[in-house]
């Protein structure tokens, strides 16, 4: 267990529909990242936030996209109108730039099946 | 972003060393060498990071060359529970500190 927590760890859901996903970082890390990996690739970097900014998004998070860390804590990834391409493992990280190693905690992931 | 070279997998007999190879040829004077794993089911762990001295920890060692274009993970006596994904990756902290995954090397370890 690294400290980070994802919510749901897995998810089945119809397409079109909306989905939420909940990420608890490390208490004291200001900054949280998103990844998503498919089957047989790595994680590919979506967004992070700096406390309740969001300073880079990819390309990959299109406009049906959005991440949100109201008070710095605790972040969500909304996906709306899902498609079967949006099956995907959706990974959470967390890092204090202030550690000496910087290195960055992953939670479990939530598992997305879109049907 | 830079990119990173890794074959796509390797075998180990448990309790042997192990050498997971990386190029990395266009690596900038800012980028840091940095080790993740991925052991089925889970997310990424971090295992090391250097710059340009070989590093130790205990979960592993890191042998940078001396042209910084390629590097070695050493896992000195690998185990069951070694049996992983290993990512290598290029991380330039002027850049949010984002990482950028490649295929990274399956490995596998053989009782």
């Known amino acids: 267990d690294t400290g980070v927590s994802q919510d749901p760890r897995h998810k089945i859901t119809k397409r079109g529909q909306n989905v939420t996903f909940r990420c608890d970082p490390i208490?004291?890390?200001?900054?949280l990242y998103w990844y998503r990996q498919t089957l047989g690739q790595g994680p590919e970097f979506l967004t992070y936030?700096?406390?309740?900014?969001?300073?880079?998004k990819s390309r990959l998070l299109s406009d049906r996209f959005s991440a949100e860390r109201p008070k710095g804590s605790f972040s969500t990834l909304e996906i709306q109108r899902t498609e079967q391409g949006d099956s995907a493992m959706y990974l959470c990280?967390?890092?204090?730039?202030?550690?000496?190693?910087?290195?960055?905690?992953f939670g479990p992931g939530t598992r997305l099946t879109v049907l | 972003d830079a990119k990173t070279t890794q074959p796509n997998s390797m075998e180990s007999n448990e309790e042997e060393p192990v050498h997971l190879p990386c190029n990395h040829s266009?690596?900038?004077?800012?980028?840091?060498i940095h080790w993740y794993r991925q052991l089925p089911s889970q997310g990424p762990e971090y295992v090391i990071h250097?710059?340009?001295s070989n590093v130790n920890n205990r979960m592993a060692s890191l042998a940078i060359a001396e042209d910084r274009k390629s590097s070695t993970l050493i896992l000195h006596r690998a185990t069951l529970r070694d049996a992983a994904v290993y990512y290598c990756?290029?991380?330039?902290?002027?850049?949010?500190?984002?990482?950028?995954f490649g295929q990274g090397t399956e490995l596998s370890v053989k009782p």
């Open positions: 990280a967390s890092s204090d730039p202030g550690r000496l190693y910087n290195e960055q905690f």
């Open positions: 208490s004291e890390h200001n900054r």
């Open positions: 936030f700096q406390n309740e900014a969001q300073l880079e």
């Open positions: 266009t690596i900038s004077g800012t980028d840091y």
């Open positions: 250097g710059l340009t």
């Open positions: 990756i290029l991380r330039d902290v002027d850049q949010g500190g984002k990482l950028i």
